[in-house]
């Protein structure tokens, strides 16, 4: 096992966590209702932004599968860069997730005429799929949001030497964090096809 690198105070660390996953929380809801689409001409496709969180989700994917197996190899060193790295690359995410929906809005499966509200003819168009996507995005959203101070707890567990129970918390916060990376690029490949 390694050495910790944090000093154990869970006091000041549970409100370091409440706070940054507040805060996310409050950041991510509240630059949301707030749509510039139209208002400000981005030099390039303003989708872009949605690409780069597939890509970051599909990478983050890869990386805590990637973390599994050092771990399971007892490579802790290397899970340990591998785990932060995956880490940092949520923060990247939350960026860009907010510059897309900041700069192109909210899009609607389904919806191809531009006008707002799904015609009977693009409900129709849309069929199955469309009860797919929103199945996937209902699950994918409050797991995103809900994940968050968990990861920034099972984390603190490992940085400070409580692997037992940083292992507890990780037994249910990978696979639901696993779950929203790939769910993430899923509802990105889904929805691509109706950017306008």
Do not use: Q
């Not at 510039?36 to 981005?42: C, I, Q």
């Not at 129970?165 to 790939?182: C, G, M, Q, S, T």
């Amino acid at each position: 096992m390694l050495e910790p690198v944090l000093e154990k105070n869970d006091r000041k660390a549970s409100m370091l966590i409440i706070t940054v996953s507040v805060i996310v929380f409050a950041a991510v809801t509240v630059l949301g209702k707030y749509n510039l689409d139209g208002k400000v001409d981005l030099p390039f496709d303003k989708h872009i932004f949605a690409l780069i969180n597939a890509v970051i989700n599909a990478t983050v994917s890869l990386l805590l599968l990637a973390g599994l197996i050092a771990v399971k190899n007892k490579n802790w060193e290397l899970h340990k860069k591998i785990m932060l790295a995956a880490m940092l690359l949520s923060i990247l995410f939350l960026l860009s997730y907010v510059c897309h929906h900041l700069f192109a809005g909210e899009t609607v499966y389904g919806e191809t005429d531009g006008l707002p509200g799904l015609s009977d003819g693009e409900r129709a168009a849309a069929g199955s799929m469309r009860t797919t996507y929103l199945i996937i995005l209902i699950t994918h959203i409050p797991l995103a949001g809900l994940v968050l101070p968990f990861i920034l707890f099972a984390a603190y567990r490992a940085l400070i030497g409580e692997y037992t129970k940083h292992k507890r918390l990780v037994r249910f916060v990978w696979p639901i964090w696993f779950y929203v990376a790939i769910t993430g690029v899923l509802i990105y490949w889904m929805i691509r096809p109706y950017y306008g």
